[in-house]
């Protein structure tokens, strides 16, 4: 079976700070996709990052990057110098690529960035 | 990347009566859609996965003959809460992936749907 854990339920930081959402995740799979999406509060899920589990390099993109730990199961997202527009709820995901395309969800975690 | 668009994004409806959610991929041949369903402050829970033209595979607990899938078209897949109850109020969303492609899930809107 395949679990994702978000244990950070809700985060509050100032505006400017740096802001790191832990993601581990579970799957007897050796081959497996690992996304980030945000959703802001008119609902929309926005798609943020895929990851290969064979790709281990980290990612960056403007303000935000990825860290991708295989060895502890772990793919933390930091959002550098936060915005008040980063304000949302971020979900970690996990898929199988073996053919079956469900997405396993975490439970996401609420970022509020105070201005 | 592509887009798959939800309709209606808000509805409210009187109990006992039926509620269609359209879903429809406009730049791509969704193969296969999901629909999920989100309870407020919670995570999205998979409700059923349909592959076009054929049945829908429902998740454990989810009653297939009060959330009625139809995937009858490689653009659209349509989700039917017949004889809605207050329970069911809940935001449900869809998405859509073409397999052979390998790329991830695009998501619709979602549908914020209140029974009273």
């Known amino acids: 079976a395949q679990k994702v854990t978000q244990a950070q339920t809700e985060i509050s930081v100032v505006e400017k700070e740096d802001v790191t959402l832990d993601c581990v995740y579970e799957t007897r799979d050796t081959t497996y996709y690992l996304f980030w999406y945000k959703q802001p509060p008119s609902g929309e899920l926005v798609f943020l990052i895929r990851?290969?589990?064979?790709?281990?390099q980290n990612e960056i993109s403007g303000r935000y990057s990825w860290n991708f730990q295989k060895s502890t199961s772990s793919f933390n997202f930091t959002i550098t110098a936060s915005q008040v527009v980063d304000s949302a709820v971020y979900f970690c995901?996990?898929?199988?690529?073996?053919?079956?395309?469900?997405?396993?969800f975490g439970t996401g975690t609420r970022l509020t960035i105070i201005p | 990347g592509a887009v798959v668009s939800q309709h209606p994004s808000r509805v409210i409806c009187k109990s006992g009566t039926s509620v269609k959610i359209e879903c429809r991929s406009l730049?791509?041949?969704?193969?296969?859609m999901f629909w999920y369903r989100q309870f407020p402050k919670q995570s999205l829970m998979l409700m059923a996965t349909?592959?076009?033209?054929?049945?829908?595979?429902?998740e454990q607990g989810v009653e297939k003959d009060k959330f009625l899938i139809n995937h009858a078209s490689l653009t659209l897949s349509t989700l039917t809460v017949t004889s809605a109850h207050p329970e069911d109020s809940s935001f449900y969303i869809c998405s859509g992936t073409q397999p052979t492609l390998n790329t991830e899930a695009f998501f619709g809107q979602g549908t914020r749907l209140t029974v009273v």
């Open positions: 990851r290969n589990s064979f790709d281990e």
């Open positions: 995901a996990l898929r199988s690529s073996l053919g079956n395309e469900k997405l396993t």
């Open positions: 730049d791509f041949q969704a193969t296969t």
């Open positions: 349909s592959n076009e033209g054929s049945k829908a595979t429902y």
